[in-house]
């Protein structure tokens, strides 16, 4: 088939509908992992934040 779009003889079409389709499955993928990112993270800082809270206010009075 032989159309204006092409790259050494190879149309364009199908090298660009890939992309769609991976962006699409990509993006849920990353979504996952950086919510569970935030899981661990909160899981891990929450009681170091709030001990460095709580010593960083207890000199104030």
């Known amino acids: 088939m ?3 779009a092409s790259v050494y003889k190879h149309p364009i ?3 660009l509908v890939v992309f769609p389709i ?4 990509l993006f849920p993928a990353c979504d996952l992992i950086r919510m569970a990112a935030l ?3 909160s899981i891990e800082v929450g009681p170091l934040a709030r001990s460095q809270m709580l010593i960083a206010c207890e000199g104030r009075e």
């Open 2 to 4: 032989r159309t204006p």
């Open 22 to 25: 991976g962006l699409w499955i």
């Open 39 to 41: 899981m661990l993270a």
């Open 13 to 15: 079409q199908p090298m």
